[in-house]
């Protein structure tokens, strides 16, 4: 249930009286607010009511800090990253159990649904931490629309991820392993393109075995499909760190990280240490010699060549520099695979490249 709200004049007044005086109780905080703003006409029921909104600003930027805070201390520790699907709003980040309905879930949107993509919960349509978020998540539907046409590929896509799914499922048959038989079950899912159940058996894959890079990167593929990129690409660099340096799944899992890390989504969101001029060359470089014949281990290095991307400060290039990078974008030879973001890894094929690669 929403917070009661104030006309925006009167709750901006009031707002500045706190921030100047804030152990200011209701009735001076009233009086002072009338003798400075006598225009506003503030009676004491319209103050009560901006100050419960300012309260409850205040209490959801809080648990937002105390969230983010958590998590830096989680992997300061050696923990694996929260990867369990959030139940709280994305507006307000308040948990169901924080409201004042019983609810046990907020609602979801039924687009979503009907589509099977990662689920995103909201508490309403007058979420006080976001009100225009309904109206943002129709936008995102639409840009998920221009996606999931420009990934169309003629079949080439779900042939491979239908093969990855045998591969897992006689993988599971042999092994009798339950980490084998979540990544089996998230790849059936993956074939059928329903994102939702097959991220959620990657992320029980992941509780099992946090470890393991495989999963991580098997649920940023499937977040990149569901449109969730800001969280695809933590999944991406959490595969690339667990991953042997050097090793064709550190460079697949680099690459796609890099992939979305330059989309105009993940704009704000915090980059890895890497992320600079000079680090992103040799990184780059690198990813080219461990995944000759992976397409986005060739864009990546193109596009950090050409420093065209506005995703970073990029100095001046070399005229040897800007050759290389345009010979990756020239038209393709057949032995470059896709490396789009609808791939998924087998677990064999996962295992004999890290071998390689120590």
């Known amino acids: ?79 694996p990253s929260d990867v369990a699907l959030s139940l709280a709003c994305i507006g307000c980040a308040r948990l169901p159990s924080e409201m004042d309905d019983g609810r046990e879930k907020h609602p979801i949107c039924d687009k979503c649904k009907e589509l099977k993509l990662q689920t995103t919960y909201m508490c309403g349509m007058d979420c006080p931490g976001n009100p225009g978020a309904w109206e943002l998540h129709g936008v995102f539907h639409k840009q998920l629309r221009k996606q999931m046409k420009r990934r169309e590929d003629g079949g080439a896509s779900q042939q491979q991820n239908r093969e990855t ?29 329903d994102w939702r159940k097959a991220g959620k058996a990657y992320r029980e894959a992941i509780a099992l075995k946090p470890d393991e890079p495989l999963a991580y990167f098997n649920l940023g593929a499937a977040l990149a499909n569901s449109g969730h990129l800001v969280e695809a690409a933590q999944r991406f660099l959490e595969a ?64 950090v060549l050409s420093g065209r991307l506005m995703a970073w400060e990029a100095g001046p290039r070399s005229a040897a520099e800007l050759r290389e990078a345009a010979a990756p974008l020239l038209p393709l030879s057949g032995a470059l695979r896709s490396g789009g973001a609808a791939e998924q890894r087998s677990g064999g094929e996962s295992r004999s490249r890290r071998k390689r690669g120590r």
């Open 1 to 79: 249930m929403c917070e009661p709200c104030a006309p925006d004049a009167l709750l901006e007044a009031v707002r500045g009286l706190r921030v100047a005086e804030p152990e200011l109780g209701l009735k001076p905080l009233l009086a002072k607010l009338r003798e400075q703003r006598p225009e506003l006409g503030a009676a004491t029921k319209e103050v009560r009511e901006a100050l419960a909104t300012l309260k409850a600003e205040s209490e959801a930027a809080a648990k937002v800090a105390a969230r983010a805070a958590a998590r830096p201390a989680a992997v300061e520790r050696g923990a």
């Open 165 to 193: 799914a045998e591969s897992e499922a006689r993988r599971a048959a042999q092994s009798g392993d339950e980490y084998v038989e979540l990544m089996a079950k998230a790849a059936r899912y993956v074939t059928k393109e």
């Open 240 to 303: 690339s760190e667990r991953s042997p340096v050097g090793s064709e799944g550190w460079a697949i899992a680099t690459a796609a990280a890099f992939d979305m890390l330059t989309k105009d989504e993940c704009a704000e969101v915090a980059k890895p240490e890497w992320w600079n001029d000079e680090e992103l060359k040799a990184r780059s470089a690198r990813v080219v010699r461990a995944a000759p014949n992976f397409l986005r281990a060739q864009t990546m290095r193109a596009f």
